[in-house]
Protein backbone atom coordinates (compact mmCIF):
# COMPACT_ATOMS: atom_id res chain seq x y z
CA UNK A 1 0.00 0.00 0.00
CA UNK A 2 0.90 3.17 -1.28
CA UNK A 3 1.68 6.50 1.04
CA UNK A 4 -0.64 8.20 -0.49
CA UNK A 5 -3.18 5.80 0.15
CA UNK A 6 -2.10 5.32 3.90
CA UNK A 7 -2.02 9.11 4.36
CA UNK A 8 -5.80 9.39 4.38
CA UNK A 9 -6.81 6.99 7.09
CA UNK A 10 -4.38 8.21 9.47
CA UNK A 11 -5.65 11.55 9.19
CA UNK A 12 -9.42 10.24 9.69
CA UNK A 13 -8.02 8.37 13.17
CA UNK A 14 -6.56 11.11 14.64
CA UNK A 15 -9.48 13.60 14.13
CA UNK A 16 -11.64 10.12 16.02
CA UNK A 17 -9.52 10.98 18.78
CA UNK A 18 -9.11 14.45 19.03
CA UNK A 19 -13.24 14.81 18.70
CA UNK A 20 -13.44 11.68 21.61
CA UNK A 21 -13.06 14.27 24.75
CA UNK A 22 -15.07 16.68 23.39
CA UNK A 23 -18.12 14.03 23.05
CA UNK A 24 -17.26 12.79 26.55
CA UNK A 25 -17.30 16.15 27.92
CA UNK A 26 -20.68 16.47 26.55
CA UNK A 27 -22.09 13.34 28.67
CA UNK A 28 -23.58 14.25 32.34
CA UNK A 29 -21.65 13.86 34.46
CA UNK A 30 -22.28 10.76 37.32
CA UNK A 31 -22.87 11.68 41.06
CA UNK A 32 -20.46 11.45 43.33
CA UNK A 33 -21.91 10.14 46.91
CA UNK A 34 -20.09 10.82 50.03
CA UNK A 35 -20.26 8.09 52.85
CA UNK A 36 -23.31 8.90 55.63
CA UNK A 37 -21.32 10.33 58.55
CA UNK A 38 -22.63 8.12 61.33
CA UNK A 39 -23.73 8.89 64.44
CA UNK A 40 -22.21 7.01 67.40
CA UNK A 41 -24.33 6.23 70.07
CA UNK A 42 -23.55 4.45 72.84
CA UNK A 43 -25.62 3.55 76.17
CA UNK A 44 -23.71 3.99 79.05
CA UNK A 45 -23.58 7.10 81.29
CA UNK A 46 -22.10 7.57 83.83
CA UNK A 47 -22.13 10.69 87.01
CA UNK A 48 -20.12 11.41 90.39
CA UNK A 49 -22.45 13.91 92.51
CA UNK A 50 -22.45 15.11 95.68
CA UNK A 51 -25.39 14.66 97.51
CA UNK A 52 -27.26 15.97 100.46
CA UNK A 53 -30.02 13.86 102.43
CA UNK A 54 -32.79 15.88 104.02
CA UNK A 55 -34.86 14.04 105.99
CA UNK A 56 -38.13 14.78 107.11
CA UNK A 57 -38.49 15.17 111.39
CA UNK A 58 -41.13 13.20 111.99
CA UNK A 59 -41.29 9.90 113.32
CA UNK A 60 -43.37 7.83 116.52
CA UNK A 61 -42.36 5.75 119.72
CA UNK A 62 -45.87 4.05 120.18
CA UNK A 63 -46.13 3.04 123.64
CA UNK A 64 -44.96 6.76 124.70
CA UNK A 65 -47.64 9.14 124.20
CA UNK A 66 -46.41 12.55 122.74
CA UNK A 67 -43.14 11.19 121.50
CA UNK A 68 -41.68 12.08 118.06
CA UNK A 69 -38.28 11.53 116.20
CA UNK A 70 -36.45 13.51 114.86
CA UNK A 71 -33.18 12.37 112.33
CA UNK A 72 -30.02 14.03 111.02
CA UNK A 73 -29.21 15.27 107.76
CA UNK A 74 -26.46 14.50 105.53
CA UNK A 75 -23.67 15.36 102.90
CA UNK A 76 -22.05 12.75 100.72
CA UNK A 77 -20.51 11.77 97.68
CA UNK A 78 -22.68 9.64 94.91
CA UNK A 79 -22.16 7.59 91.54
CA UNK A 80 -25.05 6.39 89.45
CA UNK A 81 -25.14 4.58 86.76
CA UNK A 82 -27.37 5.20 83.50
CA UNK A 83 -28.11 2.64 80.56
CA UNK A 84 -29.99 4.35 77.56
CA UNK A 85 -32.12 1.29 75.90
CA UNK A 86 -32.88 4.12 73.28
CA UNK A 87 -32.13 8.34 73.05
CA UNK A 88 -35.43 9.15 75.07
CA UNK A 89 -35.31 6.10 77.31
CA UNK A 90 -33.03 5.10 80.42
CA UNK A 91 -32.67 3.67 83.97
CA UNK A 92 -30.38 4.67 86.32
CA UNK A 93 -29.20 2.89 89.85
CA UNK A 94 -27.69 5.04 92.30
CA UNK A 95 -25.08 3.87 94.67
CA UNK A 96 -23.61 5.98 97.84
CA UNK A 97 -24.06 5.56 101.85
CA UNK A 98 -25.00 8.10 104.79
CA UNK A 99 -24.70 8.39 108.37
CA UNK A 100 -27.86 9.27 109.88
CA UNK A 101 -28.47 9.75 114.07
CA UNK A 102 -31.90 9.87 115.57
CA UNK A 103 -33.08 11.48 118.73
CA UNK A 104 -36.23 12.22 120.28
CA UNK A 105 -38.41 14.89 120.55
CA UNK A 106 -42.29 15.95 122.17
CA UNK A 107 -42.08 13.85 125.41
CA UNK A 108 -38.90 11.62 124.82
CA UNK A 109 -37.08 15.25 124.04
CA UNK A 110 -33.56 14.82 124.79
CA UNK A 111 -33.03 11.57 124.53
CA UNK A 112 -30.67 10.12 122.05
CA UNK A 113 -32.02 6.83 120.18
CA UNK A 114 -28.92 6.05 118.28
CA UNK A 115 -26.77 6.07 115.12
CA UNK A 116 -27.34 3.95 111.89
CA UNK A 117 -25.78 3.87 108.38
CA UNK A 118 -27.76 3.84 104.98
CA UNK A 119 -27.61 1.94 101.40
CA UNK A 120 -30.12 3.57 99.58
CA UNK A 121 -29.54 2.02 96.24
CA UNK A 122 -32.44 3.67 93.94
CA UNK A 123 -33.53 2.28 90.58
CA UNK A 124 -35.43 4.78 88.28
CA UNK A 125 -37.13 4.51 84.63
CA UNK A 126 -36.22 7.98 83.07
CA UNK A 127 -37.45 9.94 80.33
CA UNK A 128 -34.38 12.32 78.81
CA UNK A 129 -36.18 15.44 76.44
CA UNK A 130 -33.74 16.23 73.34
CA UNK A 131 -34.89 19.24 71.66
CA UNK A 132 -33.01 21.41 74.08
CA UNK A 133 -29.25 20.91 72.32
CA UNK A 134 -26.96 20.81 75.41
CA UNK A 135 -29.53 21.42 77.45
CA UNK A 136 -31.14 17.67 78.54
CA UNK A 137 -33.74 17.47 81.22
CA UNK A 138 -35.16 14.09 82.26
CA UNK A 139 -38.01 12.46 84.66
CA UNK A 140 -38.12 9.91 86.40
CA UNK A 141 -39.77 7.65 88.92
CA UNK A 142 -38.80 4.20 90.14
CA UNK A 143 -38.08 2.22 93.60
CA UNK A 144 -35.55 2.53 96.45
CA UNK A 145 -34.62 -0.05 98.83
CA UNK A 146 -32.69 1.15 101.67
CA UNK A 147 -30.50 -1.50 103.95
CA UNK A 148 -29.88 -0.32 107.39
CA UNK A 149 -26.26 -1.58 108.78
CA UNK A 150 -23.80 -0.85 111.50
CA UNK A 151 -26.85 0.53 113.74
CA UNK A 152 -25.70 1.43 117.72
CA UNK A 153 -27.94 2.60 120.31
CA UNK A 154 -27.11 6.11 121.97
CA UNK A 155 -26.52 3.97 125.76
CA UNK A 156 -27.90 5.34 128.93
CA UNK A 157 -31.65 5.09 128.84
CA UNK A 158 -31.54 3.63 125.06
CA UNK A 159 -29.43 0.16 125.30
CA UNK A 160 -30.93 -1.12 121.93
CA UNK A 161 -32.02 0.39 118.68
CA UNK A 162 -33.11 -1.32 115.27
CA UNK A 163 -34.30 -0.23 111.86
CA UNK A 164 -35.65 -2.39 109.44
CA UNK A 165 -34.97 -2.77 106.07
CA UNK A 166 -37.40 -0.91 104.05
CA UNK A 167 -39.03 -0.04 100.06
CA UNK A 168 -40.13 3.18 99.32
CA UNK A 169 -40.97 5.04 95.81
CA UNK A 170 -39.08 7.17 94.10
CA UNK A 171 -39.73 10.55 91.83
CA UNK A 172 -37.16 12.54 90.15
CA UNK A 173 -36.40 15.41 88.25
CA UNK A 174 -32.99 16.35 86.54
CA UNK A 175 -31.24 17.88 83.79
CA UNK A 176 -27.73 17.23 82.37
CA UNK A 177 -25.98 20.28 80.58
CA UNK A 178 -23.37 18.93 78.02
CA UNK A 179 -20.12 20.69 77.33
CA UNK A 180 -19.28 18.75 74.44
CA UNK A 181 -19.85 14.84 73.37
CA UNK A 182 -18.89 13.50 76.49
CA UNK A 183 -19.04 15.67 79.65
CA UNK A 184 -21.22 17.71 81.24
CA UNK A 185 -22.64 19.20 84.85
CA UNK A 186 -25.81 17.60 86.51
CA UNK A 187 -28.17 18.75 88.66
CA UNK A 188 -31.06 15.88 90.37
CA UNK A 189 -33.76 15.70 92.84
CA UNK A 190 -35.35 12.97 94.25
CA UNK A 191 -38.00 12.59 96.57
CA UNK A 192 -38.10 9.10 98.79
CA UNK A 193 -41.20 7.94 101.31
CA UNK A 194 -39.18 5.83 103.34
CA UNK A 195 -40.70 5.00 106.34
CA UNK A 196 -39.09 2.13 108.10
CA UNK A 197 -40.35 0.62 111.39
CA UNK A 198 -37.97 0.54 114.67
CA UNK A 199 -37.80 -1.37 117.59
CA UNK A 200 -35.46 -1.14 120.61
CA UNK A 201 -34.86 -1.40 124.35
CA UNK A 202 -35.51 2.23 126.58
CA UNK A 203 -35.60 2.46 130.52
CA UNK A 204 -35.78 -1.37 130.20
CA UNK A 205 -38.77 -2.32 128.62
CA UNK A 206 -39.24 -3.39 124.37
CA UNK A 207 -40.48 -0.42 122.37
CA UNK A 208 -41.41 0.01 119.10
CA UNK A 209 -42.68 2.74 116.61
CA UNK A 210 -41.52 4.46 113.06
CA UNK A 211 -39.13 6.50 111.77
CA UNK A 212 -40.33 8.76 108.85
CA UNK A 213 -37.53 9.59 106.98
CA UNK A 214 -38.88 10.62 103.66
CA UNK A 215 -36.03 12.25 102.33
CA UNK A 216 -35.05 14.46 99.59
CA UNK A 217 -31.82 13.45 97.62
CA UNK A 218 -30.42 16.69 96.19
CA UNK A 219 -27.81 16.46 93.94
CA UNK A 220 -24.87 18.36 91.94
CA UNK A 221 -21.83 17.39 90.05
CA UNK A 222 -20.35 15.83 86.78
CA UNK A 223 -21.56 13.85 83.81
CA UNK A 224 -19.52 11.25 81.73
CA UNK A 225 -21.21 9.85 78.65
CA UNK A 226 -18.90 7.14 76.67
Known sequence: MT???????LVAAFLGLAAAPAVAADLPAKPVYKAPV?????????RLR?????????????????SSLTTTDSLVPELD???????????ELIL?????????TGTIAGVDVGKAWLLPPTLTLQYHFTDWGAFKPYIGAGVNYTFFFSQSAAGGTVTSSHLKNTAAPALQIGFDYMIDRHWGIN??????WLRPSWDGIVGGAPMTGKVNLDPWL????VTYKF
Open 50 to 66: ALGVVTRNSGTVDQIAG
Open 3 to 9: LRKIAPA
Open 218 to 221: IGAG
Open 81 to 91: ITYFFTRNIAA
Open 187 to 192: VDVKKL
Open 96 to 104: GVTKHSVSG
Open 38 to 46: VDLFNPWMI
